[in-house]
């Protein structure tokens, strides 16, 4: 049995064609891509019965998880029985330091599981990186977003990362405790956002209406700060960067506006020592009524109380409208549907009383 593996075999049994890229088992920090690729090749090759592949995770969604990484393992070695995979768990307070020092000691790990801040903008760039050129080929690059794409390569067309999925994060708020104190006035519920002031006067109904702590503003750590510097920005149009990404732009006067509006907004906490895990779950259970680094797959989790449902229909609603593929037979239907085709059809199902339409919802027949 031939036991030598690719990247592109390895990535794709254990399921992980995501956030990863593969690190060069090189010491010190080349500044050439062509070493990283030939050291990463050698590394390949040597992949043969006996041979052991080391995964490092930061913890993103399930890859935080022994159980979780180890079934996927369970995959690869169904194939691959020979080859054994072990995984160090990293997090977002000592992770950077543990791989800098591996990289410069010689013991990096053959495989990655982060995002493009660091495999692409920082290992990829310094060269400590072997590129996923082959991964990318044309017929791959159909099903993913151009933005995402070149998320994942550097200036010199160099790819570094390959992703699962793609999502969006957004603000999230509890539709429940909105409603309840008359907030929902100040979204627009057609196109689930809202201005500036229509935020900060949510945020105003929600403290008057008895809730406290509204929201978060944290910073413990890496994990989710996205949230925290997505809504400093957004709110005034501020940067933390100029246009050529040469110097940092965060004490814009557009930045220092928004952050003394947060300060002065009664309810609005800012918090330390959370991190943007702890502040979904301080949301999920009922602590906070918004989140600001809330994506789709938080609506999967069973036990977000009464803010669930609504964020839920949100969370859905974008990726409908803007990650997920578009639906050539939906198209034509909706399409149908305003030609008046179904006129006749939609009367008739009017006209039934709610225990026959209950009736046939239930006895659908669902695709698969």
Known sequence: MKNSISRRSFLKAVGALSAAGAL??????????????STAASAAASTAAGANIKLWTYPIGGWGKDETV?????????????????VEYLDYTN??????????????????????????????????????????????????????????????GDYYEYPLCMTAHCMAVNMTKVKEVGADQYIDTDKHTWSTDGFLKTVD?????????????????????????????????????????????????????????LYDAKGVNFDASINGGEEITLFRNGTLQMAFCWNIAQQLNSDNNDAGPMVGLLARRLTGKYIAPKSEHLEKRVEEIHEGKYDDLIEQIMQKPITDMQELYNNREIEK
Not at 226 to 236: E, H, K, L, P, V
């Open 95 to 156: 992770g950077d330091d543990q791989v800098n020092t591996a990289i410069e000691g010689g013991s990096a790990p053959d495989l990655i599981m982060e995002g493009p801040e660091r495999l692409v903008a920082n290992w990829g760039k310094k060269g400590v990186m072997a590129p996923l050129n082959d991964l990318w080929t044309d017929d791959a690059k159909k099903d993913i977003y151009a933005s995402v794409e070149s998320a994942c390569r550097n200036d010199a």
């Open 70 to 86: 180890q079934e996927l393992i369970s995959s690869f070695n169904a194939k691959y029985p020979d080859i054994k995979v072990t």
């Open 205 to 261: 109904a929600l403290y008057n209406g008895g809730y406290e702590n509204v929201a978060a503003i944290y910073c413990s750590g890496q994990g989710g700060d996205q949230g925290t510097r997505a809504i400093i920005n957004n709110m005034y149009g501020g940067t933390f960067t100029d246009a050529e990404h040469t110097k940092y732009t965060a004490d814009s006067p557009e930045n220092i506006k928004a952050i003394q509006a």
């Open 24 to 37: 060069a088992a090189c010491g010190g920090s080349s500044s050439s891509s062509t070493a990283a690729s």
